[in-house]
């Protein structure tokens, strides 16, 4: 972790804003550069004697550049000097914002510094949003063998527990680390499985977490199914990724004990599969949904149809309209939980359709102008 050693009394902070300035309007001339850098150098002062470190922050890194690591060593040292931690993620975020502009652009140097930043941290949270960018960064400024050596830390980092009251986001990062396994090396392939497991549950039990696109074919995800300790795991995955309603119950009824120890609510799993049965319902044919097959698969009374569909829209899963006159449900859009062949020719499908009307509807404006062009030159 880097250190900032004052060799003035000049705060490195007050040092970096009017280096920085001078910098920026060198090309200018001194009568221009002066009155701004001095302009700059005193905004700073403020943002310092007013606790404001936010906005020293921004100020700091509107006049800086990310190749210059020493100026941003100092950057990143203001989240040490924030007054609470919320205050200290605000500033990582724009730093790291800063950072990944252009990640192409010396990216080695940007991933450094990110870590640098994620060193100073105190918050998990916070420290697992530094990482989740430095792991964008390397796969855009293709140096992800710079963050290989950090998985070892990560690994323990999720053991401790750290992040697992942080719902979807902390969910979506434990995804995105998930996949940075590949077959090459089985042993350390094995040692992903626990996470691999908990990744399911926890996507199992958020309420609004429906797709996790390419999830069920990582290969730490995918090693579960031919485990004895955690193949029930990966069917209860597949089931809430392709299955309906009926396949839960099924699930259940065979398994209720080990839900139970896995800290699954039943009637929570239901809910999130009613609602996802109702969309995988329009996903299908004219996408036209009689009010009986709802009832049916969604195993709820007549009554209880509506109630279930404005739920869905509200999960935003489905778009649609209730046609009660016809007791059927007119879907316009649904949200797919996994991308395989069947979407692949749903979606080709609908291309056809749409190339079709407007092939038509071409056709029919050239007749239409044809006739008018008939009828001047008569």
């Not at 221009?32 to 470190?53: F, K, N, T």
């Not at 652009?105 to 870590?115: G, N, Q, T, W, Y």
């Not at 999830?215 to 392709?242: H, S, W």
């Not at 329009?282 to 949904?289: K, L, W």
Request: glycine share 4%.
């Amino acid at each position: 972790m880097a250190t900032v050693v004052p060799l003035s009394d000049e705060d490195p902070a007050l040092v970096v804003v009017r280096f920085t300035a001078e910098l920026a309007w060198a090309d200018g001339g001194a009568e221009i550069a002066e009155p701004q850098v001095s302009r700059l150098y005193a905004e700073a002062e403020d943002c310092m004697v007013m606790g404001r470190w936010l906005d020293l922050a921004s100020l700091m890194l509107n006049v800086s550049r990310p190749n210059l690591e020493c100026i941003f060593t100092v950057i990143c040292n203001l989240v040490t000097r924030t007054s609470s931690l919320d205050e200290a993620l605000e500033v990582a975020k724009l730093v790291s914002a800063k950072l990944l502009q252009q990640p192409g652009d010396k990216p080695s140097l940007r991933l450094k510094i990110l870590f640098n930043l994620y060193n100073l941290l105190e918050n998990p949270y916070s420290k697992f949003f530094v990482y989740t960018k430095a792991l964008d960064l390397a796969i855009s400024g293709k140096v992800t063998d710079h963050v290989i050596p950090t998985f070892k830390r990560i690994d323990s980092f999720l053991r401790s527990g750290s992040l697992r009251s942080m719902g979807k986001e902390s969910l979506s990062f434990l995804i995105k680390y998930l996949g940075t396994f590949s077959t090459e090396d089985a042993y350390v392939l094995s040692e992903a499985k626990e996470e691999a497991a908990r990744a399911i549950i926890e996507f199992v039990k958020s309420p609004d977490m429906f797709q996790v696109l390419r999830f069920a074919g990582f290969p730490a995800v995918g090693q579960l199914e031919k485990d004895p300790n955690y193949t029930l795991v990966y069917e209860l995955l597949r089931i809430f990724l392709t299955q309906r309603l009926d396949a839960y119950l099924e699930f259940h009824s065979a398994n209720s004990t080990l839900l139970k120890s896995y800290g699954l609510v039943h009637e929570d799993c239901v809910t999130k599969m009613r609602l996802v049965t109702l969309a995988d319902l329009g996903s299908y044919d004219s996408g036209e949904i009689p009010y009986s097959l709802i009832k049916e698969s969604l195993a709820i009374t007549d009554d209880e149809v509506e109630y279930w569909v404005v739920k869905a829209i509200a999960a935003k899963l489905i778009d649609c309209k209730m046609d009660q006159m016809n007791q059927s449900v007119i879907v316009s859009r649904t949200t797919e939980r996994v991308f395989g062949l069947r979407q692949w020719k749903g979606l080709r499908s609908k291309l056809g359709i749409w190339r079709g009307n407007v092939m038509n509807m071409i056709n029919t404006i050239q007749a239409s102008r044809s006739s008018e062009e008939a009828a001047v030159a008569m």
